[in-house]
């Protein structure tokens, strides 16, 4: 059981960047691994990034193309995103999740116990 809260959502023109934070409440923050997923109105929810308690990281590289970047500070309770060379195509509800459990599928929003509310971002054209 954690508690997650996003920020760092907001509007930014095409090609800028901004860095996502999602926050835990609790001590056993390190013992969870914690992911990203955006959703779009009318959009299926889709799987962005998540990084493990071992530090190692995973991409939806089809839709990401190297731009996102995962990252956590364990002594922070805190994960970001980082996302550089956004498109228009990248807004949407941005939400962190976490799991304590050992992450056999790591991109089905149904293996993550915990939700944040979300943070939108929206980058015009």
């Known amino acids: 059981q954690v508690q997650l809260v996003e920020s760092g959502g907001g509007l930014v023109q095409a090609g800028g960047s901004l860095r996502l934070s999602c926050a835990a409440s609790?001590?056993?923050?390190?013992?969870?691994?914690i992911a990203w997923f955006r959703q779009a109105p009318g959009k299926e929810r889709e799987f962005v990034a998540v990084?493990?308690?071992?530090?190692?990281?995973?991409y939806n590289t089809g839709s990401v193309k190297g731009r996102f970047t995962i990252s956590r500070d364990n002594a922070k309770n805190t994960v970001y995103l980082q996302m550089n060379s956004l498109k228009p195509e990248d807004t949407a509800v941005y939400s962190c999740?976490?799991?304590?459990?050992?992450?056999?599928?790591?991109?089905?929003?149904?293996?993550?116990?915990?939700w944040g509310q979300g943070t939108q971002v929206t980058v015009s054209s």
């Open positions: 990084i493990r308690t071992s530090g190692d990281s995973t």
């Open positions: 999740a976490a799991s304590n459990k050992y992450l056999l599928y790591y991109s089905d929003h149904a293996s993550y116990d915990s």
């Open positions: 609790g001590r056993t923050f390190s013992s969870y691994a």
